[in-house]
């Protein structure tokens, strides 16, 4: 039989015990708390920048030539193209508050824009959204000065050329009033399809951030 002093020694220790595993459970608890804390903190807190990727191409002209309504060369084009726009934030779906633009770019001249997400379109959180784009242009072939248009009759004679498109918007980010700008240059290398409906393989192309103040003409 155990003597009384025993006893409490034994009851005191199993308070102590039970203190122990109590502090221990209050501080696992806590720390959870603070890692959530953290974690929604940042998901709300740090923007991650919207992606985009060109998942296909058809270029079916891109050609100088001259017209019978003017007078003068022009450099036309025509082409269709698939940009899957990825925003990787789990937490925050995007507004677009200014239309998203496409411009096509050859030896730093821009040839056209065309807008091809309106202003006010939202995208989920989380989400990669796939939109066609479908875009012909016809320019004088001033816009093209003597450099570009010998890179043009360079790039024709090789069959192959490169046509950059550039992306640039204007997004929202829910729980976030600045605006953010986005601007992505997708570098593309392009054959020109042969008529009528035959598929063109197209390795899928990333489009990467580029700053604006890169001056064009
Ligand atoms: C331009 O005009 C000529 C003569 O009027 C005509 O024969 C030709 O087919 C026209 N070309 C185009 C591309 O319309
Ligand atoms: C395309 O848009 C830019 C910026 O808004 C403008 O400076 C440029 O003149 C436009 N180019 C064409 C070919 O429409
Ligand atoms: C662009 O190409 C497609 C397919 O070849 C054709 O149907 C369409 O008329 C062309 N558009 C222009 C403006 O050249
Ligand atoms: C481009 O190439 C095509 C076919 O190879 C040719 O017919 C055309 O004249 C060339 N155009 C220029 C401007 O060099």
Not at 112 to 134: I, Y
Not at 155 to 165: C, H, K, R, S
Not at 187 to 214: D, I, K, S, W, Y
Request: charged share 20%; glycine share 4%; aromatic share 10%.
């Amino acid at each position: 039989m155990a003597s009384p002093r025993r006893n409490r020694t034994l009851y005191l220790s199993t308070i102590q015990d039970n203190w122990r595993w109590f502090t221990a459970f209050v501080v696992v608890i806590a720390l959870a708390l603070v890692v959530a804390a953290v974690v929604v903190g940042e998901a709300f807190a740090v923007i991650h920048d919207v992606q985009a990727k060109v998942e296909d191409v058809r270029l079916d002209t891109f050609a100088l030539y001259t017209t019978n309504h003017t007078a003068g060369l022009f450099a036309g084009g025509n082409i269709s193209v698939a940009v899957a726009v990825r925003n990787p934030n789990w937490a925050m779906s995007m507004e677009y508050t200014k239309p998203l633009v496409a411009a096509f770019v050859f030896f730093q001249r821009r040839l056209h824009n065309a807008s091809f997400v309106e202003e006010g379109r939202s995208q989920r959180r989380s989400s990669t959204r796939l939109h066609l784009l479908h875009a012909a242009w016809e320019v004088p072939s001033q816009v093209l000065d003597t450099a570009a248009m010998e890179e043009f009759e360079k790039q024709n004679a090789t069959g192959v050329f490169d046509l950059e498109m550039r992306l640039s918007g204007e997004i929202k980010f829910l729980a976030h009033r600045k605006l953010r700008r986005m601007h992505l240059s997708c570098p593309l290398r392009l054959q020109v399809a042969p008529p009528g409906h035959e598929v063109v393989v197209f390795p899928p192309v990333e489009c990467v951030p580029f700053t604006p103040e890169n001056v064009y003409i």
